[in-house]
């Protein structure tokens, strides 16, 4: 076995966006191992300065093909806290739905197309087309659902058309949400399909104690606002965002690197069920059990299973949103509001952990300044540390060079990193 | 993305429509947002995308650059007889970039 050697992967591959990951390895000892963000930044705080308020979620969802919903609400919100706006009921539930949808179709994106192919040993899903129709056909099904709930709710799967400051351009079709309930109703068992595959699967023991950061409320599972929380006890107000993220820049990457209470932390699907599970539909607490994902749970490959129970949760809870839709009156969805000026937070959680967008405007309701702080960005030096820890542990265990390269990419992309966004 | 196929199935070259968004909103049966008091780029982007933000009742913002011949005085017109902001509208034409060489 070869003692003495470099994996050099760039890029890697099934995940969105361009890194690298470098391990050295001499005499059988870990010398080196980095995770090196190389993406260009894109600047859209800078294009946001000066833009009207009616106008900046239209800008800022194109930070994201994947979660363009989550970027639309987070300005949103930070500009109606910033404005006092106050949007009526209808608005934030077909938002919330909106949100389910964004996190099923993302979810589904990583777990079927992206991470289960490490876990087959392929190297793409096509081969799995062949040995495992049924999970891609799976697969493809709740992706399709979950752009069909951000259709109906937002006007279009991608990209969101109705979501604006004050409320709903548009209120969401009742017809369309009926056919919804059924599609949803229809293809629910298909995450029992899923669930038996993933149960199958070999998930590397491995773990490293790290901080988890969250949003949180009191009355359900978080997704848009609430306060920020971590698994060391820490507890703070949606605009005192800086104090939870502390960015910093590192020489090597062009993403940047936050902290909290330690080295590093993590947000995401793990974080989310370790700080918030008692939240849970029963059902995906169910489904939690038989995957064996318990709170605290902190070994990094399991991120993919806490999306998979995430995905239980969201078509119970969007079964339930749309009921409730449909007994409602659906006219009035905008509240109508006057420009003003302000500052505030807007925090929700992404399908990969809490985004921020902090957002000061003028009286004339335009952008004064603006501030992005992506989940990947706070994801950053977690996989960094975790790619060190994964390489030793693998190292120990008498694991040949080819074994560890596979293991640094798996743990890599169970974080479902999202780099173009962290480079916004 | 069904136009493209059609093409490449039928052989015949891949093209785009040369009638702006207001073509495919009417079909559509939406109520013109300029009724509405907005200022919508509709009359001068180029069609394509079956009119999805005007149907979601958000103004065009022209993602598709200009229709093939548009009348840029005549849509000045509109936006100025109905008195409509003109920080809105050019903060509207510039959002994609696609207008500067329309731009008054």
């Not at chain 1, 179709?105 to 392929?122: E, K, M």
């Not at chain 1, 590397?204 to 698994?231: H, K, Q, V």
């Not at chain 1, 806490?306 to 009921?323: G, K, P, Y």
């Not at chain 2, 840029?72 to 109905?82: C, D, K, P, S």
Request: aromatic letters at 6%.
């Amino acid at each position: 076995m070869k003692r003495d050697y470099t994996i050099d992967i760039h890029h890697l591959t099934r995940v969105e966006g361009h890194a690298n990951i470098s391990i050295t390895v001499r005499e059988g000892q870990l010398i080196e191992a980095r995770w090196t963000v190389v993406e260009t930044p894109r600047f859209f705080e800078v294009m946001l300065k000066g833009m009207s308020a009616e106008r900046v979620p239209f800008l800022t969802s194109r930070i994201c093909g994947i979660c363009s919903i989550s970027h639309a609400l987070a300005s949103i919100r930070a500009l109606e806290r910033a404005m006092d706006i106050r949007p009526p009921a209808v608005a934030e539930k077909t938002r919330l739905l909106a949100m389910h949808g964004e996190t099923l179709q993302s979810h589904a994106l990583h777990l079927f197309f992206l991470a289960a192919p490490d876990f087959a040993g392929t190297a793409s899903i096509l081969p799995l087309m062949e040995s495992h129709p049924d999970i891609v056909r799976a697969g493809l099904q709740l992706k399709e659902l979950g752009n069909e709930i951000s259709r109906v709710t937002t006007g279009r799967c991608t990209h969101p058309v109705s979501l604006v400051v004050g409320g709903l351009s548009k209120a969401p079709d009742k017809a369309a949400l009926a056919a919804l309930q059924k599609m949803i109703r229809e293809r629910k068992p298909l995450l029992e399909t899923a669930c038996a595959f993933f149960r199958s699967l070999a998930i590397p023991d491995f773990s490293r104690e790290t901080e988890f950061i969250s949003l949180s409320n009191s009355t359900s599972y978080p997704s848009i606002g609430g306060c920020l929380i971590s698994s060391d006890g820490i507890k703070r107000d949606e605009n005192e965002y800086l104090l939870m993220t502390n960015e910093y820049t590192k020489e090597f990457s062009t993403s940047k690197f936050t902290r909290l209470s330690r080295e590093t932390s993590a947000a995401g699907a793990l974080a989310r069920f370790n700080n918030s599970s008692a939240f849970l539909h029963p059902e995906a607490l169910k489904a939690a059990e038989s995957l064996g994902l318990r709170p605290v749970c902190h070994n990094p490959f399991m991120n993919n299973i806490a999306q998979l129970v995430e995905c239980v949760h969201i078509l119970e809870d969007a079964e339930l949103l749309i009921d409730s839709l449909l007994d409602m009156e659906l006219s009035a969805v905008k509240t109508p509001w006057k420009a003003q000026a302000g500052s505030a937070t807007g925090a929700v959680e992404a399908p990969r952990g809490i985004l921020y967008h902090h957002l000061e405007t003028d009286a004339e309701g335009r952008v004064v300044r603006a501030d992005c702080i992506i989940p990947t960005t706070q994801n950053n030096a977690n996989i960094n540390l975790d790619l060190k820890a994964v390489a030793e542990w693998a190292l120990e265990k008498g694991k040949n060079d080819r074994e560890i390269e596979k293991l640094c990419e798996m743990v890599v992309r169970s974080y479902d990193p999202c780099i173009s966004c962290s480079v916004h | 993305m069904e136009r493209i196929i059609i093409s490449l199935v039928t052989g015949s070259l891949v093209t785009l429509p040369k009638y702006p968004v207001c073509v495919e909103c009417k079909a559509a049966l939406n109520t013109c947002l300029f009724e509405l008091g907005e200022i919508c780029l509709g009359p001068i982007t180029r069609a394509g995308c079956h009119a999805v933000c005007t149907t979601g009742k958000t103004p065009c913002l022209g993602c598709r650059g200009p229709a093939e011949e548009i009348n840029m005085e005549a849509f000045l017109h509109l936006v100025g007889e109905r008195e409509l902001s003109r920080s809105d509208l050019q903060e509207k034409l510039a959002f994609y970039n696609a207008f500067d060489a329309f731009t008054p």
